[in-house]
């Protein structure tokens, strides 16, 4: 049999194990990626605008000796924060199925040459795998057969028992390339023959997927539990002279220390500060562990069984790796957190469990060697006394022991991540058919279990939460989210609930949620950003200034924003001076904030005086925002009283544009406040305009055929003089 993994002497790895490890490293960055930015794809921030109106002079009117002024709204912009979704991740789950292929493939090949034992055990495992992703359901074949399951027994368990029993001389390459072959074939055959989309497909085999990655996650981790402990034994007998190892106590102090953290994290019900701000995370401790069993692996080859060559094993560390990866970087992915917290509940008990094990095991049979500073870490896996696998029962009893006093509950977790997965695969079957009220119902009905098992999870309620949120049950979306904040604070969904509280008699409301949050996340920004903006609405004015200053120093504050906010302010209370002096300010380190341009340009028209900048024309592509409304308003008032009719040529644009419905009136207004007071004389008759008599065709130009909103193209030819008619005009 060829060995995929590399010996001593040899200076480059095969291409096989290179790839395999390549594919595990991308997947642990990907993870990691998702382990910072998850939060933000899942459930992005979002400001969101309030307009006020604001009355306001834009002409004077002559009656007689008198001059009346002609009074419309002007609309002050302010800006709180929403948070959007939750959202569905089917990029993550492609990514998914694409590490369960790779990782199936070298999965095949790897324990095809093993004794029988092992490989029939490794077949029980993917049998078990492909059993449940009940690809089945997708509609491959007939509905209700499993047809899918046969086939890729026959094609992936049929070959890997023939390279086993007749041909366990094949190179490894070989099999890889076969097996590598058969499921891509399979997958294309999965993903092309179903009828659903691929997003679709792909959120199925992930959310089926989720038992048997939590699975491969498990034995990752039972695999390098103790590995921490090993590799505080190498620092400290590694060194070529007895001088420079640290010896027994140096050992027992370092290793005593990392286990007391551990202990201290799992007596304070799964939580520890480390630093200010800083939680012990033991994700982050799996992953020295995997690095030391990879570097170690050499030396740990005396432990394996006689039916397990040293490649395979190496191999099967890199499979488990790229599982364990993918399955937590989808559950990140997801912010799933009832997944996740059983991850972090039984990496913890698992690195505690089977670390203080290994610490016995070394005192047991290197202790008087670690007292002479002898070079341990070499004969570690040579045990005298006490047996290495004796070590691992230990461990692994201590860990069945806890969990059992536990109730088991890192498996209710599991269960409910993958009813939130399942739950998930549901509201996308309910996004694609709005009609059918039936898959929505049966998602809300995937989160409540996961509720059950897991009570108040946050990917469940705000699964929940945007069911109602569609149906318009505001009512409903306030009680899930007030229990998911009763189990553990959040300031998204702080903020979300907040939002929520959006009439004037929820002040008091708004206030409670947003305090409650800053109670448990006092330096979050958002969050004293939206309390300084609630205060605005009181004559609390040190309330405001407090809490504003708090969101400017806070990480992550939107400066932007708050300047927007604090020129309204300004405005609102008529402190002119300031307000100006802030609009000189802001628009010089933000000149494109479209809420600080509308707010500047309201400014101005109260003040008589002008714009600070000038205003860029609106994209008539871009479909208007509450802000981006309110700029070309405020301009459009001042172009007008200025004789400007710029504005004309895109007004009927933006009008066309269906998404622009909710301020059609507005735009109509500006158009025909445009027209009258531009100066202009525009002809009203539909749909295109007329020759006016009174206007040599040298005159007539393109910019006042287009004022209407028609098309030079479909003028009609100028008539002959003689039939020529006075056209009727608008009055100026």
């Known amino acids: 049999m060829t060995s995929p993994v590399p010996s001593p002497s040899t200076r480059r790895w095969p291409w096989p194990l290179l790839l395999l490890a390549l594919c595990a490293a991308l997947a642990l960055g990907l993870a990691g990626w998702h382990y910072f930015t998850a939060e933000n794809a899942v459930q992005p921030l979002q400001p969101v605008a309030q307009l006020t109106p604001v009355p306001t002079t ?36 492609l990514g998914l199925v694409a590490v369960l292929g790779v990782a199936l493939a070298y999965l095949l090949a790897a324990v095809s040459p093993l ?37 890729s027994l026959v094609l992936l368990v049929g ?51 989720t038992t048997a990655g939590a699975v491969a ?56 500060l480390v630093l200010p701000g800083i939680q012990l995370d033991p994700y982050l401790l799996l992953l020295p562990a995997v690095a030391v069993a990879w570097l170690g692996q050499s030396r740990r080859a005396a432990t394996l069984p006689a039916g397990v060559p040293p490649g395979a094993a190496a191999t099967l560390l890199l499979v488990l790796v790229l599982l364990a990866a993918g399955t937590l970087g989808y559950a990140l ?73 536990n109730n088991f509950f890192v498996l209710d977790q599991v269960q409910a991540g993958a009813y939130n997965n399942l739950g998930d695969l549901a509201r996308l079957e309910s996004e694609l058919t709005p009609d059918d009220m039936s898959r929505a119902l049966l998602a809300e009905r995937y989160y409540a279990e996961s509720d059950v098992l897991d009570q108040h999870n946050h990917k469940a309620s705000l699964g929940r939460a945007a069911l109602y949120r569609f149906r318009l049950q505001r009512q409903n979306e306030i009680n899930i989210l007030r229990r998911a904040l009763a189990r553990r604070p959040s300031p998204r969904i702080s903020l979300r609930l907040a939002a929520l509280y959006n009439e004037q008699q929820d002040f008091f409301d708004r206030l409670a949620v947003l305090q409650e949050g800053l109670r448990a996340n006092p330096t979050n920004a958002a969050l004293n950003a939206d309390l300084a903006q609630l205060y605005s609405r009181s004559a609390l004015a040190d309330s405001v200034a407090h809490y504003r200053a708090r969101a400017t120093a806070a990480t992550g504050s939107d400066d932007a924003m708050l300047a927007a ?81 710029t504005l004309l040529a895109l007004l009927p644009a933006l009008a066309a544009n269906p998404d622009n419905a909710p301020f059609l009136d507005q735009l109509t207004l500006l158009r025909a406040f445009t027209q009258h007071y531009g100066g202009g004389r525009w002809l009203l008759n539909k749909p295109c305009c007329r020759w006016p008599a009174a206007r040599e065709p040298a005159r007539l130009t393109t910019s006042s055929c287009r004022a209407c909103g028609c098309s030079t193209r479909a003028c009609p030819p100028r008539p002959p003089a003689a039939s020529r008619k006075p056209a009727k005009t608008a009055p100026h």
């Open 565 to 645: 906010n604090e020129l309204a302010y300004r405005i609102r209370q008529q402190d002119w001076v300031g307000a100006a002096a802030l609009v000189q300010e802001a628009l010089t380190t933000d000149p494109d904030n479209a809420a600080l341009q509308a707010n500047a340009l309201l400014l101005a028209r109260l003040t008589g005086k002008s714009a600070a900048a000038p205003t860029p024309l609106p994209d008539t592509t871009r479909t208007l925002n509450d802000a981006r409304f309110a700029r070309l308003y405020h301009d459009a008032l001042g172009r007008a009283t200025r004789h400007d009719t």
């Open 159 to 209: 070959p890997a028992y023939y390279f086993h029993a007749f041909r366990p001389e094949t190179a490894f390459t070989t099999r890889l390339g076969t097996f590598a072959a058969l499921v891509t074939g399979l997958g294309l055959l999965v993903f092309l023959q179903n009828p659903n989309p691929a997003d679709y497909t792909a959120l199925h085999l992930s959310a089926y997927f």
């Open 58 to 93: 834009v002409a004077e009117v002559a009656v007689g000796l008198a001059r009346l002024p002609v009074q419309a709204n002007g609309y002050l912009v302010t800006q709180t924060y929403d948070v959007a979704g939750p959202f569905l991740r089917p990029g993550a789950a």
């Open 333 to 405: 992915a997801t912010a799933n957190d009832p997944l996740l917290q059983a991850g972090r509940d039984f990496t913890a008990l698992a690195l505690l469990g089977l670390g203080g094990a290994f610490l016995i095991y070394v005192l047991l049979n290197f202790g008087p060697l670690l007292r002479q500073k002898k070079a341990v870490y070499r004969v570690v896996f040579q045990p005298r006394r006490f047996p290495f696998y004796a070590m691992y029962a230990l461990g692994i009893v201590a860990v069945v022991g806890v969990s059992m006093r």
């Open 115 to 151: 004794s029988r034992l092992y490989f029939v055990a490794a077949m029980a495992l993917v049998i078990f795998l492909l059993m449940s992703l009940n690809a089945d359901l997708l509609g491959v074949f007939e509905t209700g057969r499993q047809y899918v399951l046969l086939l």
């Open 217 to 272: 996650f498990a034995l990752l981790v039972l695999w390098v539990a103790f590995e921490n402990v090993h590799g505080l034994l190498w620092v400290n007998t590694q060194a070529d002279t007895p001088a420079g190892r640290y010896g027994l106590w140096a050992f027992l102090l370092a290793g005593g220390l990392y286990l007391s953290i551990l202990l201290l994290y799992y007596l304070n019900q799964n939580q520890l």
